[in-house]
């Protein structure tokens, strides 16, 4: 496995911009595909966006697509999420996730293999 931690959260106006990061530890990182997942008050977790282990492929969810944009450094085993022209509701916590199947899988299951905590992310109008 490979623990997860994430970082960038804040408080933010509508129409501003936040970069979420998120680290993790392991020598095995490249080899995981990654996602990030978002939970508002009194609802389900959601997905956001997913990217293969190369960074070759991104998948978003329709709410963000145009202005959220996933990307990886391998090198420095970090998976990031620009968040641009942010709504206030995009206001969750933002949880990165990590397993090794297809990246594609992130648009439809949960029971992935590694969590990190979660950063608040509040946008107000």
């Known amino acids: 496995q490979v623990p997860l931690v994430e970082s960038g959260g804040g408080l933010v106006q509508a129409g501003g911009s936040l970069r979420l990061s998120c680290a993790a530890s392991g020598r095995t990182f490249s080899t995981y595909a990654m996602g990030w997942f978002r939970q508002a008050p009194g609802k389900e977790r959601e997905f956001v966006a997913a990217?293969?282990?190369?960074?070759?492929?991104?998948y978003y969810a329709d709410s963000v697509k145009g202005r959220f944009t996933i990307s990886r450094d391998n090198a420095k085993n970090t998976v990031y999420l620009q968040m641009n022209s942010l709504k206030p509701e995009d206001t969750a916590v933002y949880y990165c996730?990590?397993?090794?199947?297809?990246?594609?899988?992130?648009?439809?299951?949960?029971?992935?293999?590694?969590w990190g905590q979660g950063t608040l992310v509040t946008v107000s109008s």
């Open positions: 990217i293969s282990w190369s960074g070759a492929y991104t």
């Open positions: 996730a990590a397993d090794r199947v297809p990246a594609l899988k992130f648009t439809n299951i949960r029971n992935l293999e590694v």
